[in-house]
């Protein structure tokens, strides 16, 4: 059985590599796996060892306690689409006008 821990862990790696519109298969040969294992550390299914996820940390550029749940007593949060992850990637290199104006259209859309 998964811990909860290891699928949180795993759900932000897949988070952070998509945010950086990175393949399983670039991330896999950064850290010297295969895309398959990339798979099971992001579901859960593989407990990803200290070092690999050092690795990780550096490929993507991000700290390491990022990985990590902040508050033990809340549980797992709810996971987001690829979808929604590609266009969180694109939202991030609008210019602020730009985001202003998506901002507005999707708040006049969600009504």
Known sequence: MTHPTDLYVGQQIRACRLLQ???Q???GKAIGVR???LQKYE????RVSASKL?????YLD???QDF????RTKGITSQASDQEYRLIAKLRKLSEPKVAIVY????????
Do not use: Y
């Open 43 to 46: 579901t859960g299914t593989n």
């Open 68 to 71: 990590f749940p902040t508050d």
């Open 104 to 111: 507005a259209l999707v708040s006049e859309i969600g009504k």
């Open 54 to 58: 050092l690795s990780i940390a550096d």
């Open 21 to 23: 519109q990175k393949t």
């Open 62 to 64: 991000t700290p390491i």
């Open 25 to 27: 298969e670039d991330l």
């Open 35 to 37: 895309f398959q294992q």
